[in-house]
Each structure stands twice: as structure tokens, then as C-alpha cells.
């Protein structure tokens, strides 16, 4: 069973940083195409932020956060991290750790996910 462990929300002030880290088991981490985040905020759907894809070595950005968030990987760890610059209130939510067989661009198909950490961003 994958296993997707999400940590380093919290609560920053527009302008801030975070840096979201995603720790997989090995097995998930060496089998999945792709691992990524997405984030869901309240009342909304959840969205594709970033997302790795092993074969070809390829990201993929959200436009509304290109130029702000960086995804990246410690293969050693087993990890995926989401560095987030430039913070803005419409970051706020809920934010995912996914992976999956099956990708296309930001969009993983019947992915395994984590159970989230929280980003909260005030104006």
C-alpha cells in the first residue's frame, strides 16, 4: 500500500514562505510516474499545483503559481518538497501529496494520496 506522509504547513503572512515536504515509501517513490501536490481549498475543487514525472524528467506548474513555487526531489529521502515563495491569501488550503502509475501534465489518474497539511495565508 502507498504510503505518503505530507508535512510543513502552517500559518505565514503574504509574502512568506513554506516549504511543504512529502516523504513516500521507497516502494512508492521508485514505482510512481509522477508525484505531486495539489491543494483543495474550501468550497473549491481540488486544483494541481506541481507535479514530477520520472520518464522523461518533466514538471508541470499551475499558471498561478509558476515563478512562485518550486517542486523538487531527494531521491536518497525518498521525498518530494514544494518550496512556496511569494505567498498569497489565495494559497490558503489544503494541500495534498499524490502519486500515481497513470499522469498527464499536472493530472494523476486513480493516484494514492496522502492526508494533507495545512497552508494558511494572511493579507
Known amino acids: 500500500q502507498a504510503q505518503l506522509v505530507e508535512s510543513g504547513g502552517g500559518s505565514v503572512q503574504a509574502g512568506g514562505s513554506l516549504t511543504l515536504s512529502c516523504i513516500a515509501s521507497?516502494?512508492?517513490?521508485?514505482?510512481?510516474?509522477?508525484i505531486g501536490w495539489f491543494r483543495q481549498a474550501p468550497g473549491k475543487e481540488r486544483e494541481g499545483v506541481a507535479n514530477m514525472h520520472r520518464e522523461p524528467g518533466r514538471t508541470f506548474y499551475a499558471d498561478s503559481v509558476k515563478g512562485r513555487f518550486t517542486i523538487s526531489k531527494d531521491d536518497a529521502k525518498n521525498t518530494v518538497y514544494l518550496q512556496m515563495n511569494s505567498l498569497k491569501p489565495e494559497d490558503t488550503a489544503m494541500y495534498y501529496c499524490?502519486?500515481?502509475?497513470?499522469?498527464?501534465?499536472?493530472?494523476?489518474?486513480?493516484?494514492?494520496w496522502g492526508q494533507g497539511t495545512q497552508v494558511t495565508v494572511s493579507s
Open positions: 499524490a502519486a500515481s502509475r497513470s499522469c498527464a501534465g499536472l493530472r494523476v489518474i486513480a493516484g494514492d
Open positions: 521507497r516502494d512508492t517513490y521508485e514505482t510512481r510516474a509522477c
